[in-house]
């Protein structure tokens, strides 16, 4: 969930407990006449004064935005917002109905859709537009889309400024910096071959980095082939460039996630394709695991739509966005009870979490580390699971969880943001804190204080969420954290403020964290702030 909306509120127009979308009452309700005069000053008694001219409702709805749950309270408590408006381009549609469709257009991945595309997506979730709105601002909620961000990766680092320009800096010995050399870099510095081109959003790998456009293209560059130096499969070239991936050139993508053995993309419909990690027994999919083609999930997401994924090592996670709710999807390795469905086996399709039913939660985002996951629900509550090393989870213990479980240390915080690393976890919570537990190598939790520094215990573990103290101080409001999510590099940390600046701490001996160290520092104890302005 993109934390710098946590203080936006919406008009509510009801006090009604929220239900899902599919099953507020939509049958016809009796009506009977009111002596309530018309707003042009009719001496005859009328209806609703605005039924009259409901275009001026229709401009009300969409102006102020509504949430699709109101509008949809609204056409189960009012015949005159559920019976056909005759307005085009649809004559039968309901007044909700076109309010939500209106606010679909506004949006950015929604507009150059044909059609046909849309009357796709609107069947493929669920048959009404007030569903399409749901799933489209559920994406803008869990991910920051189209703004400003920072991505930690293992050994460099990228950032997208809210223009849609890309800095990358760090290591580089594949070309994954894709500045057209092989040569270390600390300083960020935009990629000049992408001049012209809105990147919206970033994923890094170890050795590797993929870009997204605006217009839903896909740039790889670094290595050419998955899987780490101990398994002996590298990449026999390097590519120091952005390129275009011409496998994806029939998919729009809005978001990419890279594990450590494959990638995952998600389209603009909500459809998950991984590659690279084909082999049946993992990824659900029946192909050999040299497979470098995309290939759509099989299983339960085949029709259901997704707003957002995250890889782990060897994992995936997907939120899923149905008329009854939201839902989390995983597949994959099970080791450490990663999946969250209460085994450690392994999934060859993605599988529903049914824990969340259980805890009576709404999923908002979802988070994938190395070997541990985590999601923050609609009321803010945050859970955890999986290897539980160093106290990653946050309920006190080194314990393993194989499913869900609420950090109850948490229980008096409304969390908004949600990021996980290889063994560490930060929490933004509605009021602008951020928390982090689980492993202190490397300083990549912010918790090294001056009084840390005297007592010895600059890199210990923390067990139970705590507030990270060194960004607090900074008087600014953290938007997103993003942590290097790997288990052969050490670890950094970026947090973005809603003004647009960056901070960094942790490791920094590739030049990953922006700013430069002196001879023989290798890393940054307190958060520094990184020279450029993603604003």
């Known amino acids: 969930m993109d934390a710098s909306m946590s203080g936006t509120s919406s008009v509510q127009y ?47 709805l969409t102006g102020c935005n509504l949430d699709p749950q109101d509008l949809a309270t609204l056409e189960a408590t009012c015949s005159f917002f559920r019976q056909p408006a005759n307005f085009a381009p649809d004559n039968e549609l309901s007044l909700a109905e076109l309010a939500a469709l209106d606010m679909c257009r506004k949006r950015a991945i929604f507009k150059p859709m044909t059609q046909e595309q849309c009357e796709d997506l609107k069947q493929r979730c669920g048959g009404s537009w007030k569903l399409v709105l749901r799933f489209l601002l559920a994406g803008e909620a869990c991910s920051r889309r189209e703004k400003s961000h920072a991505v930690a990766g293992p050994g460099h680092s990228v950032a997208v400024s809210s223009k849609g320009v890309a800095y990358s800096f760090g290591s580089n010995s594949s070309g994954q910096l894709g500045n057209g050399t092989t040569e270390e870099e600390w300083r960020p510095i935009p990629i000049r071959s992408l001049q012209g081109i809105r990147i919206i959003q970033a994923a890094v790998g170890a050795g590797r980095t993929m870009l997204i456009s605006d217009t839903g293209k896909v740039f790889a560059f670094g290595k050419d082939s998955f899987g780490e130096a101990e398994y002996g499969v590298q990449g026999n070239k390097v590519v120091t460039t952005p390129q275009l991936v011409e496998s994806l050139k029939d998919v729009f993508v809005v978001q990419a996630a890279i594990g450590n053995f494959f990638t995952a993309v998600l389209s603009r419909e909500g459809k998950v394709y991984t590659f690279s990690w084909g082999n049946e027994t993992k990824l659900g999919h029946q192909t050999e695991q040299a497979d470098m083609e995309p290939r759509a999930l099989l299983g339960a997401l085949e029709n259901i739509p997704v707003v957002q994924i995250a890889a782990g090592y060897c994992y995936l996670l997907a939120l899923a966005c149905q008329p009854s709710g939201m839902s989390v999807y995983s597949v994959g390795c099970g080791l450490g009870g990663k999946l969250g469905h209460g085994t450690r086996t392994d999934e060859k399709v993605p599988r529903l979490i049914e824990q969340f039913q259980t805890l009576n939660l709404q999923p908002a985002v979802v988070a994938a580390g190395a070997w541990h996951a985590a999601v923050v629900g609609k009321d803010g509550r945050v859970c955890t699971w999986g290897w539980g090393r160093y106290g990653c989870l946050g309920h006190g213990n080194e314990d393993c969880e194989s499913a869900p479980k609420v950090v109850e240390a948490l229980s008096n915080v409304k969390a908004v943001y949600i990021a996980t690393g290889d063994y560490t976890t930060f929490v933004v919570s509605d009021d602008g804190n951020v928390y982090s537990f689980g492993c202190g190598e490397s300083s990549s939790l912010g918790h090294n204080t001056a009084a840390a520094e005297a007592q010895g215990n600059r890199h210990s573990n923390v067990l139970f969420p705590e507030v990270v103290m060194s960004l607090k101080q900074l008087n600014e409001r953290v938007v997103q954290i993003s942590l290097t999510n790997s288990i052969y590099w050490n670890a950094h940390t970026f947090a973005l403020t809603e003004s647009g600046k960056l901070y960094a701490f942790g490791a920094g001996d590739k030049g990953q964290l922006g700013v430069e160290l002196s001879a023989n520092q290798t890393e940054r104890a307190i958060p520094e702030r990184v020279d450029i302005d993603l604003g």
């Open 14 to 60: 009801h006090n009604i407990a929220e239900q899902p979308i599919a099953t507020i009452v939509t049958s016809p309700v009796s009506t009977f006449q009111r002596q309530v005069r018309h707003c042009f000053g009719n001496a005859t008694p009328g209806e609703f004064p605005l039924s009259a001219n409901p275009s001026i409702v229709l401009h009300v």
